[in-house]
Structure formats: C-alpha cells, structure tokens
C-alpha cells in the first residue's frame, strides 16, 4: 500500500480478527488481566497502552514515514514531553513566528527551569547559524507559520543543525504530511497538534510526535507513559477517522484557499494577503519544492487598523469567530488578542491588524461572499 489515502484509511486499521468489524474498537479498559503474575498479554496499564491509541500511533507515523509515532493529549503536551528531553541550561533557537502556545512553554515554563531561548528568522540560515551556541539541542521550526505562513527550507535548515549536531524539529500541523513530510526532507522529529487538521472536526483534542531516533522515542514513550498525558481511546478513534479522510479534505482546503486568495488579493480594504501560494510570497520558491499545495490558512491584514479587523471578524456569518484551525467550518481570529496574545511585547507579537482564516470545505462562493460582506 502506498497511496497515502491508501494508508490513511488502512494502516493501524485492518478489520478486528474476532468480530471483523471495520473500524478499531474503542477499548474503554483502564488495566487489562494479566495470565499469571507479571505475564502480560498486552499491557498491564491503560496510560501505558491501548489498542486505539497503537492503532493511531501506527497510522500517522506510518504517513509522516517515521519508524516511531507517540500520541499524546494535546499538542502542547507532545510539545512539554519533546522538552523534558533537554536539560537546564540547554538552549533552543525558535522561529520569529510561531504559534503563541509553543512560545508561552518555551519561555515561561521551561524558561524558569533553565532552559533558553533564542528567536531567529529561520529563513536567514547565517542568523540561524550566528545563534548557535554549545549548549543549542534544538532548531524549531514552523513551516508554513502560524500566523504569518513564513515557509523556510527544511533540508536546509537540517543540513545546518546536523552540522553543529543539532536535532531540527519541525511542527507539521498546518501543512500535515498530506502536504509535507519534514523526516523525509531532514527534520529529527516531526511535532502535531492532532486537535487541528488530523482531527478535521473540532471535536478532539490531541497531540503527537514522530521521529526515526530510537534514543529519542524511547524517552518520549518513557514520558507518555511516566507523566501520563495520554489521550483517551475515544479520543485516538476520532482521530483515527480523521486521517481517513485527510487527504480528501485537504484537498478541499487548499481549493477553497486558492479562491479565497484570489478575493482578497484584489480587495481594496486588504494590505496583505499571507499565502505561500503567492508567488511574491518570500517563501514561495522553498514550498513549491517540499509541499504538495500551499495548506488551507490564510491571513492578511486589513485597511484601518485594529479596530477595523476586529470589525471584519466580529461580521462574518459563515466564517465562525473562534480560536483553532483545520476544522471543516471555516474560522476567522485575530491572533494579536486571540491565540497569540501571549506573544504580545515580543519579536513574535503579530501586527494588530492581522486576520487569520482557517478555510473550510463549504462551498467557495459561501466563504468568499462572506468575506466580502464582512470587508464592506
């Protein structure tokens, strides 16, 4: 099987050899019987294992093409158990634009025990290669970002860390391997939070880390299972019938994101449009060599300042005014107040006037009529 819809649907999914039924139970066990003292049939714990949750892990590895695929309850819990890999005074160099949560974890929570942190336009490999330091362990890149939709080069940036030896991590959520697939292009490990795009639904929340380093799969798995935050079996299910349905649905993102592109390119009310399906986009070049398309957000900035996007997000009807992305509605933010506010202050605040669309799959002319009523 190699189609990745092929594998989306049938990997970790074969029919149950007991009832043939098609889709992987929901095994509701908190601890499993053992047949004697110590002689485990398959696990002796439900936060260690669980047959739904195998059945995720061996998917979505299996489509990010890593021989290691750890699921976790959020994606800022795979994130936190990424971390504790490091020690104090080990040092990470992150993107200048990255998702506020991952900012907030680096800096307020990992910061206080001792790990730093440097934030670096990834595009300018001698700014990457001018922060590193001795005790660097990480390179973190979001490609594309969120919110900007920076896109930089993977294998470049791979080629740099490894140089100094230095793992690249690099977050998939956007993108999701249906788009790209960062271990194949150099990345160590691959960072996703499920919640979004694997999901589709908005209806679970989850998180997940893969990579083909044994050392460091053995230490993630010692974490999930030390720590505990494990999703739930329901949870991995839902998760699971998302990634049959990957493909399909990226496909409509990306269509509806090209249309809605195109609206707003020729808006006079718009300043900006992000989309690295621009070809004056900086990053255009870099993803038409490691993407398949150019993703389902979008974000642009808006004539009139604050007041006039928090207007434009406050109108839509079609569009839903909510944090996230990657549902199969269609959601609109301002990231400065909403998911990046803990950003404010920093190198990585985004501009007040930035509206950020996750493009659902509803009908085209519906979403870009939305907007246009909403722009005025």
């Given at each position: 099987?190699?189609?990745?819809?092929?594998?989306?649907?049938?990997?970790?999914?074969?029919?149950?050899?007991?009832?043939?039924?098609?889709?992987?139970?929901?095994?509701?066990?908190?601890?499993y019987a053992q047949d004697g003292v110590g002689v485990v049939r398959f696990s002796d714990y439900g936060r260690v294992d669980n047959p739904t949750r195998s059945a995720l892990e061996t998917c979505l590895s299996g489509l990010e093409e890593a021989r290691h695929g750890v699921a976790?309850?959020?994606?800022?819990?795979?994130?936190?158990a990424l971390l504790r890999t490091l020690s104090p005074g080990d040092h990470v160099i992150l993107g200048n634009d990255a998702y506020g949560g991952?900012?907030?974890?680096?800096?307020?929570?990992?910061?206080?025990?001792?790990?730093?942190?440097?934030?670096?336009?990834?595009?300018?490999?001698?700014?990457?290669?001018?922060?590193?330091?001795?005790?660097?362990?990480?390179?973190?890149?979001?490609?594309?970002?969120?919110?900007?939709?920076?896109?930089?080069?993977?294998?470049?940036?791979?080629?740099?860390?490894?140089?100094?030896?230095?793992?690249?991590?690099?977050?998939?959520?956007?993108?999701?391997?249906?788009?790209?697939?960062?271990?194949?292009?150099?990345?160590?490990?691959?960072?996703?939070?499920?919640?979004?795009?694997?999901?589709?639904?908005?209806?679970?929340?989850?998180?997940?880390?893969?990579?083909?380093?044994?050392?460091?799969?053995?230490?993630?798995?010692?974490?999930?299972?030390?720590?505990?935050?494990?999703?739930?079996?329901?949870?991995?299910?839902?998760?699971?019938?998302?990634?049959?349905?990957?493909?399909?649905?990226?496909?409509?993102?990306?269509?509806?994101?090209?249309?809605?592109?195109?609206?707003?390119?020729?808006?006079?009310?718009?300043?900006?449009?992000?989309?690295?399906?621009?070809?004056?986009?900086?990053?255009?070049?870099?993803?038409?060599?490691?993407?398949?398309?150019?993703?389902?957000?979008?974000?642009?900035?808006?004539?009139?300042?604050?007041?006039?996007?928090?207007?434009?997000?406050?109108?839509?009807?079609?569009?839903?005014?909510?944090?996230?992305?990657?549902?199969?509605?269609?959601?609109?933010?301002?990231?400065?107040?909403?998911?990046?506010?803990?950003?404010?202050?920093?190198?990585?605040?985004?501009?007040?006037?930035?509206?950020?669309?996750?493009?659902?799959?509803?009908?085209?002319?519906?979403?870009?009529?939305?907007?246009?009523?909403?722009?005025?």
């Amino acid at each position: 099987m190699s189609g990745f819809n092929t594998r989306a649907i049938h990997e970790g999914s074969e029919p149950d050899p007991v009832t043939g039924a098609v889709n992987p139970p929901v095994y509701l066990t908190s601890t499993y019987a053992q047949d004697g003292v110590g002689v485990v049939r398959f696990s002796d714990y439900g936060r260690v294992d669980n047959p739904t949750r195998s059945a995720l892990e061996t998917c979505l590895s299996g489509l990010e093409e890593a021989r290691h695929g750890v699921a976790f309850a959020s994606g800022l819990a795979a994130e936190d158990a990424l971390l504790r890999t490091l020690s104090p005074g080990d040092h990470v160099i992150l993107g200048n634009d990255a998702y506020g949560g991952t900012y907030r974890l680096l800096t307020r929570v990992f910061g206080g025990w001792g790990l730093r942190v440097s934030c670096v336009d990834l595009a300018d490999l001698e700014a990457v290669r001018s922060a590193i330091e001795p005790t660097t362990r990480f390179v973190w890149v979001e490609t594309p970002s969120n919110p900007l939709l920076k896109v930089v080069s993977i294998a470049a940036l791979a080629t740099l860390a490894h140089g100094h030896g230095v793992r690249l991590v690099a977050d998939n959520t956007f993108a999701t391997p249906f788009l790209q697939r960062p271990l194949v292009l150099g990345a160590d490990v691959v960072v996703h939070s499920t919640t979004k795009y694997v999901g589709g639904h908005s209806d679970v929340i989850g998180g997940f880390v893969a990579t083909n380093d044994d050392e460091l799969a053995t230490a993630l798995r010692f974490h999930q299972y030390a720590i505990g935050a494990v999703p739930g079996p329901l949870d991995c299910y839902l998760l699971v019938r998302g990634l049959k349905t990957l493909g399909v649905r990226m496909e409509r993102h990306c269509a509806n994101a090209r249309a809605v592109v195109d609206f707003l390119s020729g808006h006079s009310r718009v300043e900006r449009v992000y989309y690295p399906g621009l070809a004056e986009h900086p990053g255009h070049e870099v993803a038409l060599t490691q993407m398949d398309d150019f993703g389902g957000m979008v974000s642009f900035t808006v004539v009139g300042g604050a007041g006039a996007a928090r207007q434009v997000c406050e109108s839509t009807k079609v569009f839903t005014l909510a944090e996230s992305l990657g549902g199969v509605e269609s959601l609109i933010e301002l990231p400065a107040v909403m998911t990046h506010a803990s950003t404010a202050g920093s190198t990585l605040e985004p501009p007040d006037n930035l509206i950020r669309l996750s493009v659902g799959i509803e009908d085209a002319q519906d979403i870009i009529a939305d907007l246009d009523a909403a722009l005025g």
